[in-house]
């Protein structure tokens, strides 16, 4: 996808408060560790109501690459529990004692896009480390620009033969030998937690397991980490955690089969931002539905965050019901677990009546693009005042007028501008066809949101 290209969307503004319920579609963060899972499992799986976008597609494809049966179930009239929404997966070989190999790619030699995924680029290679052959791994040109080594340092200390030319990222190329010693290993995962769960996701089938050790500045996005752990143990596997009581920043994952399961993704939580925002910035109300009692998502902590800014909340048998007060506060909040929420976050603060300071966030210089700077960049050229810290954002609130917001080829960025156009008239959003990478159809789904009209998404 390229901005270039992609007509300007103008963002809606409200006129009224928002009264909506919404249907997010389902984690990106889920459904693609459960493919993972389901891939490397003794038997077939379900993993139902997925998340259908540029990123689980990608994964989808990535695997199938690497002789994973992959069979699309969305029209199917399914009666098992979840629907006909599903993903069947077929591992293309069973485990044997000691061992653990995929069939690999026909004809020796597998090509992986990763496009700019961050799951994908870093949770394949080491399932591609079993593979039986050499797998080929591109992707856009951002993708060249993320961090990788630790995942691919890592891989080589444990047994693999990798090719990247020294860069320590993309293109790269995995020669597979058909399995993986495992054991102990050392990474600095500090730029990011996917470093951790990439090589935990396919730790049981490492002939010695793994154990992940962290040296170095704190791991962001604690919270996906911690949702690997969740979805490991569920699919069989024997994992020792930090929060367990265990070694601080050490993970280890026992040898062993992987069950396939009939897995229900949850909706993404963190895609409910915006649809939050709504409601905080036009003081109306939004109903999430579905969203679980109990969650590892990192989305989850948008109740906390967002009645901090002035907003309430309850779980109803319907789902999460937030609602506006017509006034936003500023924040002051370390965001380190949770950096992915930022942009939306900053979006809210720059129309609140007090300054906010977000903090913690110095790794997402490295996401999708580098979101802080793209952040005041695109608020100060509208009239704001945001200043860029060593480690996140100074949000003082001014007024703001119309202009062009450019999105970097960031899906976080374009639904940041969506929440500024609320309040704000002649917002441009250039390329919101970039939040198909986690949230299909956006601009129906926020259009229909001011309609005030209840509505849903096909994930």
């Not at 709504?278 to 969650?295: F, I, M, N, Q, S």
Request: overall charge negative; charged content about 20%; proline content about 8%.
């Amino acid at each position: 996808m390229t901005g270039t290209l992609e007509p300007l969307w103008p963002a809606p503004t409200a006129t009224d408060p928002v009264d909506a319920v919404v249907t997010v579609p389902g984690s990106k963060s889920a459904t693609n560790r459960a493919l993972i899972l389901a891939a490397l499992a003794d038997q077939p799986g379900y993993v139902r109501r997925p998340l259908r976008s540029r990123d689980s597609l990608l994964m989808a494809e990535g695997l199938r690459a690497l002789g994973v049966g992959i069979e699309d179930t969305l029209n199917s009239s399914s009666g098992v529990s979840g629907g006909g929404d599903a993903w069947h997966v077929f591992p293309s070989q069973g485990a044997f004692p000691g061992k653990y190999s995929l069939a690999g790619p026909l004809g020796g030699t597998a090509r992986v896009d990763v496009g700019n995924a961050g799951t994908v680029m870093r949770f394949l290679p080491p399932v591609a480390a079993l593979v039986d052959g050499e797998v080929q791994f591109d992707g856009d040109p951002r993708s060249y620009e993320r961090p990788l080594g630790g995942v691919i340092g890592a891989l080589r200390a444990l047994g693999a033969r990798i090719e990247d030319e020294g860069r320590g990222a993309l293109p790269l190329t995995v020669y597979g030998t058909g399995g993986l010693v495992g054991g102990t290993v050392t990474v600095d995962a500090s730029s990011s937690s996917q470093f951790v769960s990439a090589l935990l996701l396919s730790g049981p089938r490492f002939q010695q397991g793994v154990e992940v050790r962290h040296s170095g500045d704190p791991v962001p996005s604690l919270p996906h980490i911690r949702m690997t752990v969740e979805m490991l143990r569920a699919a069989g596997a024997q994992v020792d955690a930090p929060e367990d009581g265990g070694e601080p920043d050490v993970w280890r994952v026992t040898p062993g089969a992987l069950l396939g399961r009939d897995v229900v993704v949850e909706p993404d939580l963190s895609n409910a931002a915006p649809f939050l925002a709504a409601a905080l910035v036009t003081g109306g109300t939004v109903t999430v539905r579905d969203w679980p009692e109990r969650t590892s998502q990192p989305g989850d902590q948008l109740r906390g965050l967002f009645t901090r800014m002035g907003g309430t909340c309850e779980l109803t048998p319907d789902g999460l019901r937030f609602t506006g007060t017509g006034r936003v506060h500023g924040l002051d909040a370390d965001l380190h677990d949770v950096g992915e929420l930022t942009p939306v976050i900053a979006a809210v603060a720059a129309l609140a009546d007090s300054p906010s300071r977000l903090s913690g966030i110095a790794h997402l210089r490295m996401h999708e693009t580098d979101r802080l700077k793209a952040l005041a960049d695109e608020f100060n050229a509208l009239g704001g005042d945001v200043t860029e810290t060593e480690d996140g954002l100074v949000i003082k609130p001014r007024p703001l007028h119309g202009g062009v917001f450019h999105t970097y080829e960031d899906h976080r960025l374009a639904t940041a501008a969506a929440v500024i156009g609320l309040a704000v008239p002649g917002i441009q959003v250039e390329n919101v066809a970039t939040t198909a990478k986690t949230l299909p159809d956006f601009p129906g789904l926020w259009n229909a949101m001011l309609d005030s009209a209840p509505m849903s998404a096909k994930g």
